[in-house]
């Protein structure tokens, strides 16, 4: 049975920038899949990254998407790196129930040498590091954050580590970026992006199947039988069958993917949720900020009577006069 919502693409599916929640009920399996493309030429052309950080931050935000739209309440998931890599801080943020920004700071020299050694996959842009994933559900309450180690594996095995590590459920995760040159209508070349992901959970009815088994602690370690449960085992590496360009390619469709991987299984689709490009930064939000220096900090920022903030994000510069930012 497939529940369809009233809007859908270009070629009859949920179409770009939509998530689109599944179950399968034969195999206890719970996720979402998803294709981005308008939103993420949003985010990627105002700050004309070069190309591998493009990629990596496309892959965060295809992740912090896939995570964020399982939010159950109104607040906000961050996910964020922080390593010693030529790329030391990828951040992307999503505010319930469908707002998406993110941002990257690299080393221009590093990232040459590392481009001209062709080390530009996620693991050697990144180094080694932490990959956090924080929580907010608002000012009243405690901020909940999980960090796991970046140790050289990708975003889909480390995000794959956090769930087993914080949640204790089994989840597969898949990522996919292409870059797309063409031309538009009027036979100008152009250059665009698109990404889609998949994260899969097994959620049975019975905790107990739900359980991992612990890692083997080495020789003389009888406790360890190796066993997985056969129906996640199954659903594990059906995900795994998907190519990238499965994910990315938009007459597939997320729709006819999940079709094809789960149909003899029973999938089930909801109706998409869609998401946007929406910064959360305003003027009042960053006067309040700069109310919170001090006057000898808010003197030293000033230039030709006014003091100018640029949003990291959105890269939205706003310009406010010395006289109206006085310390709290």
């Known amino acids: 049975m497939v529940d369809k ?23 206890d399996v719970r996720g979402r899949a998803v294709q981005l493309g308008p939103m993420l030429d949003a985010i ?3 700050h004309n990254y070069p190309l591998p950080v493009a990629r990596l931050v496309a892959e965060t935000v295809v992740l912090t998407v896939l995570l964020g739209t399982s939010l159950k309440f109104d607040g906000k998931l961050i996910i964020q790196t922080k390593s010693d890599g030529p790329v030391d801080l990828v951040v992307a943020d999503f505010s319930t129930p469908d707002r998406v920004r993110a941002y990257a700071r690299y080393d221009e020299e590093a990232l040459a040498s590392a481009i001209e050694k062709g080390e530009t996959d996620s693991q050697a842009l990144l180094g080694q590091g932490v990959l956090a994933f924080t929580i907010d559900q608002g000012e009243f309450t405690q901020r909940y954050q999980g960090i ?5 594996a990708s975003l889909e095995e480390i995000a794959g580590v956090y769930f087993r590590q ?20 009027n036979g100008k070349p152009r250059h ?38 056969d129906l996640w085992d199954e659903a594990r590496v059906m995900v795994e069958t998907i190519d990238a360009d499965e994910l990315t ?9 999940l079709f094809r991987l789960f149909h003899e299984r029973g999938v ?9 490009d929406q910064c959360a930064c305003s003027r009042e939000k960053l006067r ?18 006014v003091i100018s903030v640029t949003c990291e994000f959105c890269s939205t510069t706003y310009t406010f006069e010395a006289t109206e930012v006085r310390p709290q």
């Open 192 to 229: 665009r992006w698109r990404a889609g992901g998949m994260v899969a959970q097994f959620l049975p009815e019975a905790p107990d199947r739900m359980r991992q088994q612990d890692l083997h602690g080495g020789d003389g370690d009888e406790s360890f039988d190796g066993s997985v449960d």
């Open 44 to 46: 990627l052309e105002r």
């Open 166 to 185: 914080s949640e204790q459920i089994p989840t597969k995760v898949r990522l996919g970026v292409a870059e797309l040159l063409d031309r538009d209508e």
């Open 268 to 276: 089930r689709v909801y109706p998409p949720q869609a998401v946007y």
């Open 288 to 305: 309040d900020v700069l109310a919170s220096f001090s006057q000898e900090e808010i003197e030293s920022t000033v230039e030709d009577g």
């Open 249 to 257: 390619d938009p007459t597939v469709g997320t729709e006819r993917l």
């Open 5 to 27: 919502g009233p809007d859908l693409g270009e070629f009859g599916y949920a179409g770009d920038d939509r998530v689109v929640p599944f179950q399968v009920e034969g195999l």
């Open 148 to 152: 796991v180690p970046l140790d050289g």
